[in-house]
């Protein structure tokens, strides 16, 4: 059996409200935020796939407006891109 993209859905979810580090802050538990940080980071390390989308959550990214790796490339080759992508 493959691989599942278990983290895709809850990456998504925490992304809502500024994200879970907004959250915590907001409740004046920042330094306990950081502590969860850490610990997935050390636990975690391995996990290419998740590491790269937990650290996107972690920085407050919304990787729902992050264009494609061929939108990126059109861009530098000064291709022409379709309407509505800027």
């Known amino acids: 059996m493959g691989k599942m993209p278990a983290y895709g859905p809850s990456a998504r979810s925490s992304q809502h409200s500024g994200g879970p580090g907004r959250r915590y802050e907001r409740a004046g538990l920042a330094a306990d935020w950081q502590c969860v940080v850490n610990e997935v980071r050390a ?4 996990k290419t796939g ?19 790796f061929l939108e990126r490339a059109k861009v530098s080759w000064g291709m022409p891109q379709a309407e509505g992508k800027q």
Request: zero cysteines.
């Open 50 to 68: 998740f590491m790269s989308r937990f650290n996107e959550v972690v920085a407050g990214l919304d990787s729902s407006k992050k264009r494609s």
């Open 43 to 46: 636990e975690h390390r391995r």
